[in-house]
């Protein structure tokens, strides 16, 4: 039988419940358990994929092309193990399909109410994941205990306590106690406000994991023990880690929280083996150089809008034992016709997905800076189709070349609308989503990074380069090193006369992991790193 971890916020947002959630999956793992993490969120859209990067930050893709929280980022790259449609639920998909039922008539024509049928339509995708081949499911309840949003499913967990047995569920609450400057301490009462909504609907937490800025004293400990009813070992402090969040980890390690879950479930508790996760946390804590990397995007002041590209940077960067230090570059800045002083001093660049005509043109200009420079460059998403139009403007002679996305009356379409999205009219969930097979050109640095033939990876796309522009690109010296298996698609190009010149319509970043670096991020910072020199 699965065992469940359910892991509430208070106080305030923001406080990493993604990123704790991810590393209790880790140290579960470490332990020989199997597992699964689910991520619940009260807001009413069905799912993130149309909500704006600077309300949400990036839109997290599945392989079975669902389009997600970015949490499942991290437990991915966490975990190691890859999440699914089953992984992220909203309210908004729970009224939907609860209604959809219900118009079928499914209900035989009860009263449809919150209770009991929101919260068991929750309580089902809980326990869709309690597979027999599973050991513990970890869900993550989204927003703040308070919300009231967030009522049903703060519901839907309490009543599992009470269906499962409490030997077979856990609760992990994460707080903050802010530190008050003028009195020099930390203040414990925002925590048992925070506990005491929680016990008001019945759930006690098991554990409180404190976020705070500075070490919690032995008589904080024992306060939020005694008013909190939790056990003083159960008092976990976590504070921010110096270096990586991949410290968290062994942080958390280190305060015995793995050990406390096993205890609570009964389980045979051998020693974690943490030992190839502590040699990547020491090879980022630990780099021999740093490496320069330019993104030139549109939301260069959002980190939230590109978190799987930064950390697959940083990934790429360990694999080398080198710290990336990532510089935002806003592509606008690109659009003067002058090269901004920060792009002169970059060991490589980057250009990311996006979406929209703003900062088009100055990720075109940064194309062709780093073509004609010999700068190490990668193209992501829509940066492929930057990369093909600078191509064919500036190389093939095509001028006025661009995406029909952009400039429907462009004389040279060259990225064009997909022919299967031409009929296309609802937004969410609509774009070609999840992982499909791409064949790799033998001799191409692609191959040669993966060391294959044929790849799968994640897309989230809706225009494609245009196949009657493709024997001129190919004339004039582009190879189009990744196809789709009918030969239809271009996956992925290259300039082989460049030192690192390639463009992918995938997102790579999506699989890329700490322990396991993608390989075309690691080949990337190889090339900057010897520019570097």
Not at 365 to 383: D, V
Not at 498 to 513: D, G, I, N, R, Y
């Amino acid at each position: 039988m699965a065992k469940f971890i359910f892991v509430t916020g208070g106080v305030v947002s923001s406080l990493g419940k993604g990123i704790t959630a991810a590393s209790i999956g880790r140290l579960l793992i470490s332990r020989g358990l199997r597992i699964r993490m689910l991520k619940m969120d009260p807001y009413l859209n069905v799912d993130p994929g149309t909500m704006s990067p600077y309300q949400h930050g990036e839109v997290y893709v599945t392989d079975d092309g669902v389009e997600t929280d970015l949490d499942l980022g991290h437990y991915e790259r966490f975990t190691g193990q890859p999440t699914s449609r089953k992984s992220s639920v909203t309210s908004g998909r729970i009224y939907w399909d609860v209604l959809q039922k219900e118009r079928r008539g499914d209900y035989l024509g009860h009263t449809i109410q919150m209770i009991p049928h929101i919260t068991d339509e929750i309580k089902s995708r809980v326990r869709a994941l309690a597979e027999p081949e599973v050991d513990v499911v970890v869900t993550e309840i989204g927003g703040t205990v308070g919300d009231i949003e967030g009522l049903t499913f703060l519901e839907a967990i309490r009543q599992i306590g009470l269906e499962e047995g409490r030997d077979n569920v856990m609760y992990i609450h994460m707080t903050y106690l802010p530190f008050i400057r003028a009195a020099g301490e930390l203040k414990t009462k925002p925590s048992q406000q925070s506990v005491a909504k929680l016990r008001e609907i019945g759930i006690i937490p098991d554990v409180l994991v404190c976020r705070s800025e500075t070490p919690l004293t032995e008589d904080i400990r024992r306060k939020l023990s005694l008013f909190c009813n939790v056990p003083l070992h159960a008092v976990i402090e976590e504070i921010d880690v110096r270096h990586t969040i991949y410290e968290v980890p062994l942080v958390l390690a280190e305060q015995g929280l793995d050990e406390i879950i096993m205890v609570h479930f009964r389980l045979a508790r051998p020693g974690a083996k943490l030992g190839p996760w502590k040699t990547m946390v020491d090879a980022i804590v630990h780099p021999e150089g740093t490496v320069k990397i330019g993104v030139v995007g549109k939301y260069s002041e959002l980190q939230d809008a590109y978190k799987s590209l930064h950390e697959a940077l940083r990934h790429g960067g360990a694999a080398h034992r080198q710290s990336v230090q990532i510089v935002q570059i806003s592509a606008e800045a690109f659009e003067s016709g002058q090269i901004p002083d920060e792009a002169r001093q970059m060991d490589g660049l980057l250009v990311p997905g996006g979406f929209g005509k703003r900062g088009t043109e100055g990720k075109i200009a940064a194309i062709r800076y780093a073509r004609e420079n010999g700068i190490p460059f990668f193209g992501i998403c829509l940066g492929l189709q930057c990369a093909v139009i600078e191509y064919a403007r500036h190389v093939c002679g095509l001028e006025g070349a661009h995406s029909t996305e952009i400039d429907p009356a462009t004389p040279h379409p060259v990225v064009c609308l997909m022919e299967e999205q031409e009929k296309v009219v609802d937004l969410g969930g609509s774009m070609r989503l999840g992982a499909w097979p791409c064949v790799l050109r033998k001799g191409s640095a692609a191959a040669r990074a993966y060391g294959a033939d044929q790849i799968s990876e994640r897309h989230r796309h809706r225009y494609e380069v245009n196949n009657r522009y493709r024997p001129q690109l190919e004339a004039k010296g582009l190879v189009l090193s990744g196809l789709s298996p009918d030969g239809h698609l271009v996956e992925m190009v290259e300039v082989p006369a460049h030192p690192w010149f390639v463009a992918v319509q995938f997102h790579p970043e999506l699989k890329s992991q700490p322990l396991l670096p993608h390989p075309l991020f690691r080949d990337f910072i190889g090339a900057a790193l010897k520019r570097r020199g």
